[in-house]
């Protein structure tokens, strides 16, 4: 076996020997194999299952093998595909190897023509996600980003791609998953890392002051305003002005911001001319903003400037062990910053973690683990040093001061943990649909701790 890893390998063809033989074959070298004697049920395994390499027939009813290696190229970059066939011939393995078949083995083949093209193919992947995955690397010590699930290094990939261009960067994802520190790991990655980095929180700043904290104003300009003043826009001058909820503009608000965009002038309040500014926009929002375009609340321009680059942060729940690893990082950080004793966890209370909904993100966990750090005299923290909601109560608080949203959330989190966090079963018990428990816990808060 190549690889300490296992590799897993999809063999697609219509002859139920065939597919016995490989299967067989390939298991015996401790790969993890998957058959389907159809591309449609191919499909339905790739839609459910990571493949590392397709082996599929050629003439197959139905769909053919040349569409099934079309569909893997376009869909499921890091799957391989090797072809086989019985009716080998020059042009079918050109045609094979044209759109995306990375090997042609003509039937009949011996065990170690499959094995060592198997290898090949396999060693290609290899080097190749070896090779990509040296920029994740890199960034994630230094810009806070930190994890080494395959959703997060998609995401910092992306910020390595684009930190070097002038590009404007929508960054979405919920509360608390990190849009701001995607937002400095694209300045401080870019030509632009010695200019200020400016951000602004558009739903923080009073609708009728956000016109003047953005562009600056004049002496005069209004009352109150008793001398002139640069704005945000100004100040990033050279830099990078991050626009966070971007979503809580005024629609009068959005048609100013789309002229700095189209043109790089900000004119301030009070002002009778432009100023030229030289910055570089990213944006974020916790919200679907197609979804404001389409109900009229978010101008549809803006949203095409602003999301030329668009990075979306998996929630922190979609991210598998980087909870483990985020723990750590956070234990290690606050005793070291408390002078404390390093607590380790229990095997069920780290289970317990993962297993948490975190509708506060990576947020949400870093505050449980300052507090837990703070308040355990103890260097082993169990599951009843846990937050009380995530534990299991036979009596569980019936007080009648709590609203219903809080008594809903208690439910559904402990629903959710006493399935193991699958969001499928838990809206069969609820009684609701996955959108719609989705749409609960989007909009829950952090419970309190």
Not at 191 to 204: D, H, Q, Y
Not at 313 to 334: A, M, Q, S, V
Request: aromatic share 6%; hydrophobic share 40%; charged share 25%.
């Amino acid at each position: 076996m190549h690889s300490n890893e296992k590799k897993r390998i999809l063999v697609v063809d219509d002859d139920a020997a065939t597919l016995e033989v490989l299967e067989r074959n390939l298991t015996s070298q401790g790969y993890v194999v998957f058959t389907a004697p159809a591309v449609i049920e191919a499909i339905r395994i790739l839609e459910s299952t990571s493949i590392d390499l397709v082996i599929t027939d050629l003439k197959m009813p139905k769909v053919s093998g040349l569409d099934l290696i079309k569909h893997v190229r376009e869909n499921y970059k890091d799957t391989e595909i090797m072809m086989i066939t019985g009716y080998a011939s020059v042009e079918g393995a050109v045609r094979a190897v044209k759109i995306g078949a990375e090997e042609y083995l003509a039937k009949p083949f011996t065990d170690e023509e499959l094995f060592s093209a198997v290898k090949r193919t396999l060693d290609k992947t290899d080097i190749r996600k070896t090779g990509n995955a040296q920029i994740p690397k890199i960034l994630s010590v230094d810009h806070g980003l930190f994890g080494e699930s395959t959703v997060i290094r998609k995401v910092i990939k992306t910020i390595a791609k684009v930190a070097s261009t002038p590009t404007t960067v929508l960054i979405t994802g919920e509360s608390g998953t990190g849009k701001e520190l995607v937002a400095r790991a694209i300045h401080y990655n870019s030509p632009r890392a010695s200019a200020p980095f400016v951000p602004v929180n558009c739903g923080g700043i009073p609708e009728g002051l956000l016109e003047s904290e953005l562009f600056g104003h004049v002496k005069g300009a209004f009352t109150g305003a008793n001398e002139s003043r640069a704005g945000f826009f100004q100040t990033a001058d050279g830099g990078t002005i991050f626009l966070d909820e971007i979503s809580e503009t005024s629609l009068s608000m959005q048609v100013k911001l789309l002229r700095v965009l189209q043109d790089k002038q900000v004119c301030m309040v009070g002002a009778n001319k432009t100023r030229k500014v030289d910055i570089r926009i990213l944006a974020a929002t916790n919200k679907n903003l197609l979804s404001l375009v389409k109900k009229g609340d978010f101008r549809e321009d803006l949203f095409f400037r602003l999301n030329v680059i668009a990075i979306d942060i998996p929630p922190l729940r979609e991210r598998g062990n980087d909870i483990i690893l985020l723990i750590n990082r956070f234990t290690n950080k606050y005793s070291e910053e408390l002078n404390k004793p390093t607590p380790s966890f229990s095997d069920k209370a780290l289970v317990v973690l993962k297993n948490y909904y975190w509708p506060g993100n990576v947020r949400e966990l870093e505050n449980i683990i300052q507090r837990l750090v703070v308040m355990t005299d103890s260097d082993f923290i169990e599951v009843p040093d846990l937050p009380s909601l995530m534990r299991f109560s036979a009596l569980k608080e019936t007080g009648y001061n709590r609203t219903l949203t809080e008594v809903e959330t208690e439910y559904i989190c402990n629903v959710l943990a006493n399935v193991n966090g699958n969001k499928t079963k838990a809206a069969q018990i609820l009684g609701i649909d996955r959108k719609t428990l989705r749409e609960k816990l989007k909009n829950q808060t952090p419970p309190a701790t």
